[in-house]
Structure formats: C-alpha cells, structure tokens
T-cell receptor
C-alpha cells in the first residue's frame, strides 16, 4: 500500500459525459501528479500540482482539468468524454526530498462506452 | 526522440535465476533521476529503486540493483533470485532537472518490459 488513495477504482460511463476522479496524497506529500495509461500511448504525464498551485502541464486535453485543494487532495475532471479517453488514470504524490520519489495510487480504470 | 527506451517487450526467466531488464535514456541535463517501477497484473505501480545522476554507486534495494552506466546512458535493472511473484510489467522512468528549480518533477516513462518468471 503506497498510502495514496484514489476513488473510484472503476468507472463506466458514456460518451459525452463528465466524470471526476479523486486523489488523496500520502500524508505530508505536497506534490500531486496525474498520469494516464493507455494501450496506445503508454504512461503519460498529464498535470502536476505543488502545494495547491499548478506546476506543470503535460499532454492534457482541454476537456480535462484538475485542481488541488487546501487539504492537498486533488481532483481530475474529464468532460465531453470520448471512447479514446478510456484508460487507467493514476495519481501519484511525492514529498520534497533528494529523490522526489513518486508513489502511485491504485489508479482509476475508466471505460467510456 | 524517445527519452526512455526499453528494447525488450518481453523477457522470460527461470525461478531463482537472475534477470536484467534494459533501459537507455536520453537527456542533455546533467541533473536527473532514474526510477524503476513494477506493475503487476492487478494494475498498481510499485516503486522499486532510484538512481540519481550524481550518485557514485549503483543503487541496490534487496533483490533489485541498478546497473548505472552514465557514459552509455543506460540504467538496467537486475533482479536476482527471481520469484514467481516477480512476473509483471517493469517500467523505467526519468525525471530531468534539479528538483524545484522552476521545472516540473514529472516522470517520463518507457514502454515497459513484460517479465515472466517460469517455475
């Protein structure tokens, strides 16, 4: 158990819908990262927050948005869903350190039908 | 160009034997970190081992060791005494740049190697 929690574990929805994925980082971790894992794209960085502020954006679609709240939990919002958005979405967190190791949550498996 | 290359889509090893999973990386930044993660069939990503670009010695964590050859830009994972539970996907990842120096600490991943341990 990495200490990072993600809900829900599984999500099945229809095209055009909107969903929210939630992540609680490990206690004390200030950075939260979101990654998408799909068969064709592999593991791709979406976005990073550090202590409530957006720090970096990767290959995140405009239909996707995220935020980190004062209690440091984070939400990833996916809207106008398409079939190609079906993937495993990971949240990871890290504590400021020499290694800055990222610990991953169990992921949310999203299926868009 | 790919930043992380894992050339072995699949590897097979006999139980109790050692196996090396290859990883090469591409960066012009002198400061970087290299990570290996394990992803079992259940899907979670498990951190295994870390190597910093300035680390003088190869990293070791139990049965895992990292064969770091900086000049060749390779960071191969060595698993000794393989166990059936080692069967999984293994991902090599890199973080570029110094931590919190204005950049992101995001990871770039390779495509992974599927390891199968045979009894």
């Amino acid at each position: 158990d990495s200490g990072v929690t993600q809900t829900p574990k599984h999500l099945i929805t229809a095209t055009g819908q909107r969903v929210t994925l939630r992540c609680s980082p490990r206690s004390g971790d200030l950075s939260v990262y979101w990654y998408q894992q799909s068969l064709d794209q592999g593991l791709q960085f979406l976005i990073q927050y550090y202590n409530g502020e957006e720090r970096a954006k990767g290959n995140i679609l405009e239909r996707f948005s995220a935020q980190q709240f004062p209690d440091l939990h984070s939400e990833l919002n996916l809207s106008s869903l398409e079939l190609g958005d079906s993937a495993l979405y990971f949240c990871a967190s890290s504590v400021p350190s020499y290694q800055e190791t990222q610990y991953f949550g169990p992921g949310t498996r999203l299926l868009v039908l | 160009a790919q930043k992380i290359t894992q050339t072995q889509p699949g590897m097979f090893v006999q139980e109790k034997e050692a196996v090396t999973l290859d990883c090469t990386y591409d960066t012009s930044d002198p400061s970087y970190g290299l990570f290996w993660y394990k992803q079992p069939s259940s899907g979670e990503m498990i951190f295994l081992i870390y190597q910093g670009s300035y680390d003088q010695q190869n990293a070791t964590e139990g049965r895992y060791s990292l064969n770091f050859q900086k000049a060749r830009k390779s960071a191969n994972l060595v698993i000794s005494a393989s166990q059936l539970g080692d069967s999984a996907m293994y991902f090599c990842a890199m973080r570029e740049g110094q931590i919190r120096q204005g950049g992101s600490e995001k990871l770039v991943f390779g495509k992974g190697t599927k390891l199968t341990v045979n009894p």
